[in-house]
């Protein structure tokens, strides 16, 4: 090291010189992505003594680094990453509540035209035009529900798609960390000094894969970076890289698992609760609640309607004659096999006619072993034990049977509306086969006595207790016996007898209540008035019922009715189109708080980007200003050296 004035004018020249490329690279990088701003650390040389003391010898350039704050980065990256997720899922929910706020292209409408068209046979049944209108808009309906589905299938898929995208550049991501490690660690090993470029490009790498999947960081000793996500499983770890992949999910194949690839070659499947923030963490809250959610939503419309419909229908009587049949084809609950399972049993799930008991969740059920399953419904982790093994008391409206040869740990997930609103449509084609008419008529005796009168009646789902026979095995919810004629024949003002008309045998004795439900053979009739001793009145079938709009009416009556939404055991609380509103009102409502939220977090990023770059970023002016100030170093250093150069002249030439 050169000493005296000479040296001292090099090692400023030498330190202007860093500090003028420094600002230039600044200047030259003050817009590239994530470029943070480098400065000239000096340090004075050690000083001379001599006799008057300790003289200085200049400066060396003791570093160049980064103007970098390790907590402003950490706010970013916590800011961007819950950015990302809630704008993720405020642009895939708003695809959804899109298409179902518009008025013309809901289900409501459809459902609306439906009963109107139900209530125009009622009036008018005997009508060919009035039947196929109430047919069309029936189809109507179900192609509704099925378009419906079919978009929120192609936004599984399109999800699906998204998701993968997301995975391969988690991935991408993680190999381009773990190789810069790689370079960090061998560059700073040699030269103590740190490469400020590769660690914004490492830095920028972070924050892109921060934008995808929250991460955390830490830093080992050698400069490497750790990177963690989840629960602390790792994606890079100094130069390695893990990576992650899909995969058809176990439970459910009609769901994908995101699976966490080991080093020994296995694969270990990731819950949600280890994939937050990022985009990937917003695809997969949307995916796996309000995307599932809504399917099931859907479906359970669909299969309450359809369930509700057939059951009533298949109480009335077409115009042939017959009792009715199921109006729409009935979709039926989905159950998944574990492909992990080690037993061969199948389980099967159906619905007992307790429409109104469907909650729109899915279930697992869980072999124990022995003779118990564990039913989990996994909208709010409720639990139903059946100790003494299937089928067992309906869940839900659930009924669940099992062919047999589990072995313990077996599982089986059920997804009972999932598939309802694409599996819909309608059984009946032909006019004349729906069933808008009653079974039985009801009739008073011209020569009665007294002031009682008879009503039309109704046909029961099931047969009430009186009536002990056994379900019709063609329609299973009307009792064998409901066509068989009887007489009521009253023996006193108080009481009455039941008499099969054709034999005159007395079928059951009776106490009289005026106007309360008198019930047999799968029916039930209402007697008003005071009826006289001897008065009698006949139920039997009825024929030539062409212009009957009896069950048709009922079957109107259906859409003010509430159907839907019944608790354990409660009353139903929803008609179809208040439970289809009620999904509608919870898109909407959600839609709009992510809106605000999305926003608001966008903001707050912002925020946090600015206040970095305030600390951290290029200002141009003051670049600007650091080369004129290393200009004049310069000079002036050049200036020492010039005079130094003199002086040293004019010392040789005293002696010449």
Do not use: C
């Amino acid at each position: 090291m050169a000493s005296g004035i000479y040296g001292i004018g090099v090692s400023a020249l030498n330190a202007a010189q860093v500090g003028l490329q420094t600002t230039g690279h600044n200047i030259a990088n003050a817009n590239t992505p994530g470029y943070t701003r480098q400065e000239v650390i000096l340090a004075t040389r050690q000083p001379q003594f001599t006799g008057a003391g300790y003289l200085g010898q200049g400066a060396d350039v003791s570093t160049v680094r980064r103007v970098y704050s390790q907590f402003l980065t950490g706010q970013v990256l916590t800011e961007q990453s819950q950015a990302a997720m809630l704008g993720t899922y405020h642009t895939q929910i708003q695809q959804i509540d899109n298409v179902i706020a518009d008025p013309n292209a809901g289900i409501s409408p459809a459902i609306q035209d439906f009963f109107t068209a139900v209530n125009n046979v009622s009036t008018s049944p005997e009508s060919t035009p009035a039947r196929q209108t109430m047919l069309n808009s029936a189809n109507a309906l179900a192609a509704r529900f099925q378009s419906l589905s079919q978009r929120l299938t192609d936004t599984n898929n399109s999800v699906s798609s998204q998701i993968a995208n997301s995975i391969s550049l988690v991935n991408s991501y993680s190999q381009q960390i773990a190789a810069l490690n790689y370079n960090i660690m061998n560059l700073q090993s040699g030269s103590k000094q740190p490469p400020n470029d590769l660690l914004d490009q490492r830095d920028q790498l972070i924050s892109q894969l921060n934008t995808e999947i929250k991460v955390s960081v830490m830093k080992q000793s050698d400069g490497a970076y750790n990177v963690f996500i989840g629960n602390g499983q790792s994606l890079v770890v100094g130069a390695t890289a893990f990576t992650m992949a899909i995969a058809q999910s176990p439970a459910d194949p009609s769901k994908q698992d995101i699976v966490y690839n080991n080093l020994d070659g296995s694969k270990t499947t990731m819950q949600q609760s280890s994939l937050q923030g990022g985009n990937l963490g917003g695809f997969l809250a949307f995916r796996d609640t309000t995307l599932a959610n809504s399917q099931n939503a859907l479906g359970r419309v669909a299969m309450g309607m359809a369930g509700t419909i057939n059951q009533q229908h298949q109480l009335g009587q077409d115009l042939n004659g017959a009792l009715g049949g199921n109006f729409f084809v009935q979709p039926v609950p989905a159950v998944y096999a574990n492909t992990t399972n080690a037993g061969v049993a199948a389980v099967t799930a159906t619905i007992n006619t307790d429409y109104a008991a469907l909650t729109g969740s899915d279930y697992r059920l869980k072999f124990d072993g022995g003779t118990s399953y564990t039913l989990t419904r996994l909208s709010d982790n409720t639990q139903t034990v059946f100790a003494a093994g299937l089928p067992a008391t309906p869940v839900d409206g659930l009924t669940l049977t099992s062919s047999g040869g589990e072995v313990a740990g077996d599982s089986f997930i059920i997804r009972p509306t999932a598939n309802g609103a694409r599996d819909i449509a309608v059984a009946v084609t032909d006019t004349a086969k729906i069933a808008a008419g009653m079974p039985i008529r009801s009739n008073a005796s011209f020569g009665n006595k007294g002031t009682g009168k008879i009503a039309s009646g109704t046909v029961n789902a099931p047969a009430p207790p009186l009536a002990p026979a056994a379900p019709d095995p063609v329609h299973p919810l009307t009792d064998v016996n409901l066509k068989n004629p009887v007489t009521i024949t009253f023996t006193s003002a108080t009481t009455f007898d039941v008499l099969d008309t054709v034999t005159s045998a007395t079928l059951a004795a009776q106490t009289y209540t005026a106007g309360g439900n008198i019930s047999f053979n799968g029916w039930t009739t209402q007697i008003s008035g005071v009826p006289a001793t001897g008065d009698t009145f006949t139920v039997g079938p009825n024929t030539n019922a062409t212009a009957d709009g009896r069950n048709a009416l009922l079957l109107a009556g259906l859409q003010t009715k509430n159907t839907l939404g019944a608790p354990a055991g409660g009353t139903p609380t929803a008609t179809f189109q208040g439970a289809y509103a009620q999904w509608v009102s919870d898109i909407g409502n959600k839609t709009r708080e992510l809106q605000v939220t999305s926003t608001a977090q966008a903001a707050m990023a912002a925020q946090s980007v600015a206040t970095q770059q305030s600390f951290s970023g290029v200002n141009l002016d003051e670049e600007a200003a650091n080369l004129m100030r290393y200009q004049r170093a310069y000079q002036a250093a050049g200036k020492a050296m010039q005079i130094a150069n003199t002086l040293f002249d004019t010392i040789l030439g005293l002696g010449r």
